[in-house]
């Protein structure tokens, strides 16, 4: 006898797929707002968790900026290397590196031998200055440095026959992938650090004023989209607003023009740092920062306190540095947010609350580094 069918066969139960933290939403109904700022629920609370984080970045800073250059490079040291291992992490397989057994220390072989290459470079002279006086540690350095170019060379083309000896069957595919990708995070990492780390040792003030800029910027920008953006400025960052973009461009013009003044009168900003000591430093200012007075009698009404202003010539320049850091600093955020969507992950890491990892906070920074050096 055949079993009679059930006309009515048994419904599944639909199940329900969870997002998970690290993946970005999708693109559907971005267009029209609903991603803004100003539209999250939860707004407040992420300001906060953002603020606090703002306030402790921001007071370390200041600082590292206060104990002098050798401690402001070591800080870029630190980032750069946070920055490579949330870099390294992204495209990271277990699976696959439980066969490769040390493959994982080559990447980080590869960053030091690139380190050890770009700081060599810039800080050559300088520990030939530092070491003059004693005669056995001059001529130890200056061996170094003359035969810096063949050390590095080399310790490049060992890590190179490292790769090819580690190479495995089945694997090359993933090995051939990391191998590229740990040159592209070279790149990225010291090609524009490199310049940063040059302007550290010509005078604070070149670092650190383009530095404060770019921070005004990012947080002019979220002041000004949290509470009045509600024009969409660009796909890549659904919560980027026109109101954003031009309000912070307004505010650090202005800011740019006001702290070039500030900035531009304390020697222990402005002097060069010629050798690796950490001494105060004394000299006399260049021409950019000595003042100059403008009449503003013909200018300005009668009733007007101020006949007459003291400006640096270094604040003209500074203008400049607020209009880059307005309209080209924002587009490293957008290029990283771009690069996120393509691995459809929310943030790099996790080290910073409220701003991600390392990588998310200095996305702005690395694009700017290339025209602090001009």
Not at 90 to 114: I, Q, S, V
Not at 117 to 126: A, C, D, E, H, K
Not at 143 to 164: N, P, R
Not at 167 to 196: C, D, E, N, P, R
Request: charged share 15%; net charge positive; aromatic share 16%.
């Amino acid at each position: 006898m055949q079993t009679e069918n059930n006309t009515n066969p048994p419904t599944t139960p639909r199940l329900r797929h969870r997002r998970r933290p690290t993946e970005v939403t999708s693109d559907a109904g971005r267009a029209n707002g609903d991603h803004l700022l100003v539209h999250d629920r939860s707004k407040y609370k992420s300001m906060l968790v953002r603020a606090y984080s703002t306030v402790w970045m921001i007071g370390g800073f200041a600082l590292i900026v206060y104990m002098g250059h050798l401690y402001i490079t070591a800080m870029v040291v630190v980032i750069q290397i946070f920055m490579a291992r949330e870099l390294f992490n992204l495209l990271r397989k277990a699976h696959e590196e439980r066969d490769l057994p040390g493959f994982r220390l080559l990447n980080w072989y590869f960053f030091f031998t690139a380190m050890l290459f770009v700081y060599g470079r810039i800080l050559s002279q300088r520990l030939v200055n530092t070491v003059n006086s004693d005669k056995f540690l001059y001529q130890f350095v200056s061996s170094l440095i003359k035969y810096h170019m063949v050390v590095c060379y080399f310790l490049y083309i060992t890590g190179f026959v490292w790769f090819i000896l580690s190479l495995k069957k089945k694997l090359y595919k993933y090995q051939f992938g990391q191998y590229a990708w740990t040159h592209m995070i070279l790149i990225v990492v010291f090609t524009q650090s490199s310049f940063t780390v040059a302007n550290i040792f010509e005078g604070i003030f070149w670092f650190l004023l383009p530095a404060t800029l770019i921070v005004i910027n990012d947080i002019a920008a979220y002041i000004c989209g949290f509470f009045f953006g509600r024009t969409p400025l660009i796909k890549l960052s659904p919560k980027k607003t026109w109101e954003g973009f031009i309000g912070a461009s307004v505010v650090t013009i202005i800011s740019a023009f006001v702290l070039a003044n500030i900035l531009g009168r304390f020697q222990w900003l402005t002097c060069p740092r010629k050798d690796l000591s950490t001494g105060w430093l004394h000299c006399d200012p260049g021409p950019l920062f000595k003042p100059e007075e403008f009449n503003l009698s013909g200018w300005v009404p009668q009733w007007f306190p101020w006949k007459e202003i003291s400006v640096l010539p270094v604040q003209w320049h500074a203008v400049c540095f607020g209009l880059f850091a307005s309209i080209i600093a924002p587009f490293g955020g957008f290029f990283a947010s771009g690069f996120k969507r393509a691995f459809k992950i929310k943030d790099f890491g996790d080290s910073i609350p409220g701003h991600g990892g390392m990588t998310d906070r200095m996305d702005c920074q690395v694009s700017c580094d290339r025209f602090e050096v001009l």
